[in-house]
């Protein structure tokens, strides 16, 4: 098992861009219809939030029962590749509705509540984060 330390910022970082992510998701259900174009980077997007909501998992499971260096090697690659990944969904965009979802994904990323970084999080109660 893995023996690293866990980053003292590393479970903000993984709530922050489970939350950006949601913004831009909710922005896009409020601002525009299913769209082709944005099947495929919806898709890695889908997976890159997943991996850090795995990883927001891993933290609370109890010490030496996962290999930690190996989750934290990956979450933060992953962490990483996450403003490319929301930048390239929003570059497929059709031009005319670009601005209009992003002002909307701003306006929603600053309503959110931080415990929605916990949806659908195994064992976690969002209400209780």
Request: proline residues 11%.
């Amino acid at each position: 098992m893995g023996r690293a330390v866990v980053p003292p910022d590393f479970r903000a970082r993984l709530e922050a861009a489970r939350l950006d992510t949601l913004a831009l998701l909710r922005a896009l259900d409020r601002g525009l219809g299913p769209h082709p174009a944005l099947t495929a980077p919806l898709a890695t997007l889908a997976h890159e939030d997943a991996d850090c909501g795995e990883a927001l998992w891993a933290l609370d499971q109890p010490p030496h029962t996962l290999d930690l260096a190996a989750m934290l090697h990956d979450t933060t690659a992953t962490l990483t590749r996450l403003p490319r990944t929301r930048q390239h969904v929003r570059d497929a965009l059709p031009p005319l509705t670009r601005d209009p979802v992003t002002q909307l994904e701003r306006v929603i990323r600053a309503a959110l509540d931080p415990r929605e970084a916990y949806n659908d999080i195994p064992g976690r109660d969002p209400q209780n984060c």
